[in-house]
C-alpha cells in the first residue's frame, strides 16, 4: 500500500497532529469519548497502538498524561519510540511490544487509569482474553 511505501518520517508528518477535518465520523466520536473519559494525569494504556494516532491525540490533548502504549508488531513499536523522540518529556510514552492477551502477565502489578483498544479488537487472537487482562490492569 502506499502507506507502507512511506518512509517513517513521511508516516509521522502524516499522523503527528490528525487534524479533526480529516478524522472519520467514528474517529471523531473516538476522539471525544477518548478525550471525555481519560482526565489530565491518569496514566493510560494503548492497547494495539499502531501507528499510535490516538496515543499522539491523548500527549497532545491531555498534557500531563503517561501514555503506555502497547503492540504485538515490532515495526509499530518502532513507529511509536520514534514518535517518543519529538516529545519533550520522553518519560510521558512508554512503548512496548506485547500481545493483547498477555497483558495481564506482562505488567505483573501495573494499574492503570484507563485502557484504551481503537481499532484493534478484530486482530486480537483471542478478543476475551485480550479484554479480561486489559480490564485486570485497571
Known amino acids: 500500500t502506499e502507506w507502507e511505501r512511506m518512509s517513517v518520517d513521511e508516516r509521522e508528518s502524516l499522523t503527528a497532529h490528525y ?15 477518548i478525550l471525555t473519559g481519560i482526565r489530565d494525569g491518569a496514566h493510560v494504556l494503548d492497547v494495539g497502538a499502531g501507528d499510535g494516532v490516538f496515543t499522539r491525540l491523548i500527549l497532545r490533548e491531555r498534557p500531563a498524561c503517561i501514555v503506555h ?12 519510540k520514534n514518535a517518543r523522540k519529538s516529545l ?36 486480537y487472537e483471542d478478543p476475551f482474553v485480550a479484554l479480561r487482562n486489559m480490564r485486570r490492569v485497571l
Open 19 to 33: 487534524p479533526l477535518s480529516s478524522m472519520t465520523t467514528a474517529d471523531r466520536s473516538i476522539r471525544t469519548f
Open 69 to 80: 502504549s502497547v503492540d504485538i508488531d515490532t515495526e509499530q513499536v518502532r513507529l511509536l
Open 88 to 123: 519533550r518529556q520522553k518519560s510521558r510514552l512508554r512503548c512496548y511490544r506485547c500481545a493483547a492477551e498477555d497483558l495481564g502477565e506482562f505488567f505483573g502489578g501495573s494499574r492503570f487509569d484507563v485502557a484504551i483498544s481503537v481499532h484493534a479488537l478484530h486482530h
